[in-house]
Nanobody, 124 residues
């Protein structure tokens, strides 16, 4: 069982930056790939970033590539998402997720554990 708690969401102006953090429980953190997803009302949950257990592999969709960076600190059981050059279309609830599948899956069905989500709002 893995429990995930996100933090760091908020309101930011377009062009600004935010850093989301996710704290994970458990002693097997490195065995999980970690991902970030986002969701707006009425739409499906969308893949944002993924990182392998050791941190050597990272994947992003084109919509955030070059603007978002996922990282993890296995000593602290933490994963972060640094978001820069934010756009109004980045507004969503952002979820941290853990997958027992490797190396860094992009499909939400691959993720077994989810956090409660944190709201990110980008004003124009």
């Amino acid at each position: 069982q893995v429990q995930l708690i996100e933090s760091g969401g908020g309101l930011v102006q377009a062009g600004g930056s935010l850093r989301l953090s996710c704290a994970a429980s458990g002693r097997t953190f490195t065995t999980y790939a970690m991902g970030w997803f986002r969701q707006v009302p009425g739409k499906e949950r969308e893949f944002v970033a993924a990182i392998s257990g050791g941190g050597g592999l990272r994947y992003y969709p084109d919509s955030v590539k070059g603007r978002f960076t996922i990282s993890r600190d296995n000593a602290k059981n933490m994963v972060s998402l640094q978001m820069t050059s934010l756009k109004p279309e980045d507004t969503a609830v952002y979820y941290c997720a853990a997958s027992p599948l490797g190396p860094a899956p992009q499909a939400r069905e691959s993720y077994k554990y989810w956090g409660q989500g944190t709201q990110v709002t980008v004003s124009s």
